[in-house]
């Protein structure tokens, strides 16, 4: 017999699902795929497609045969988790790869735990980890757009991130004059011989319609990618401000998986906190992180790995910053 969870009233109904909110991200997820075929054709169809039925694979068969429960297929979550792993890779990635990618993704980021609702970090973001730690040539290999018909022989080239990063080292801010501009970034139109990064990253606009329609359908709230795009700006403009090297504000938050991460990988319910005034706090210490590991990490991108130290601190945040219970009178102090 299952447990049964009692909570304290009122009780109240609502048309909210997990399978409702899972298939409303993936709707939400449609205009940046469409952009990423148009950009980077084959490759791209081949990366998505190969992370999804992996996952999907991996998700029925550990349920099935070591967890020994009924598959949860239908409720979208392995299909989000393979497209969101898949939109943080290369499009010119070996699949053979994105298979071990998957595996750790479900089997260590999300079945481990027990589940949905139970795992205390994002699993593609796990997975995409995981395959940079243990590919970092591969996983840093950018195709230049435009290769329609290449996969694995597509032309690669260096993206907005890594010119920046040399600038930074260097300390010559006339590197920067070879980024593309602003309205490039944002259409995802980058030329040149640049490479345009991951799938999912290509272009920011197709990102930003994608947090519409979740705003609009009540999927998430403007606290999590509000604070952490506002965040990057504000310390990356102070940087800009003290010295050339950095990059202005408006190209670093359109670069990398920065909108990406935002809207898509730190909203996820099970890994952000609760409460509106949490989710600030989470955000706004993700854009930090994530401006100290671009600019003096080792790595360009440092999105992921702010959003993953951030779940770990989610449970601490829903410990100290609580809603107020129903009913409660506040004491006069």
Known sequence: MGKLIVSLSPHAHGTDSVEKNMYGVIIALIPALLVSF????????????????????????????????????????????????????????????IILGALFAIGVGKMTFGGLGQNPFNPALVGRCFLLVSFPA????????????????????????????????????????????????????????FGAGTIGEVCAL?????????????????????????????FSGLLHLTSPVYANPIQVILSGGLMLGAIFMATDYVTSPMTHQGQLIYGVAI????????????????????????????PLINTYVKPKRFGEVPTEK
């Open 38 to 97: 148009v950009y980077f054709g084959l490759g791209s169809v081949v990366v998505c497609l190969s992370s999804v039925a992996a996952c999907m694979f991996f998700e029925w068969a550990i349920t099935k045969y070591m967890l020994k429960k009924a598959t949860s297929l239908t409720d979208g979550s392995a299909i989000l988790t393979g497209l969101l792993l898949g939109m943080n890779l290369p499009s010119n990635f070996p699949i053979w790869m």
């Open 287 to 314: 854009g930090f992180l994530t401006v100290v590991i671009r600019n003096w990490g080792s790595y360009p991108e440092g999105m992921s790995f702010a959003i993953l130290i951030m779940n770990a601190f989610t």
């Open 138 to 193: 591969a996983m840093t290999s950018w195709p230049v757009t435009g290769q329609l018909g290449a996969y694995t022989d597509a032309t690669t080239g260096a993206t907005p991130l890594s010119l920046m990063k040399t600038a930074i080292k260097n300390g010559d801010a006339s590197v920067l004059d070879e980024l593309p501009g602003s309205l490039e970034m944002l259409l995802g139109n980058v030329s040149n011989g």
């Open 206 to 234: 197709a990102l930003i319609i994608g947090l519409c329609y979740m705003l609009w359908k009540k999927i998430i709230t403007w606290h999590i990618p509000v604070s952490i795009i506002a965040t990057v700006f504000v």
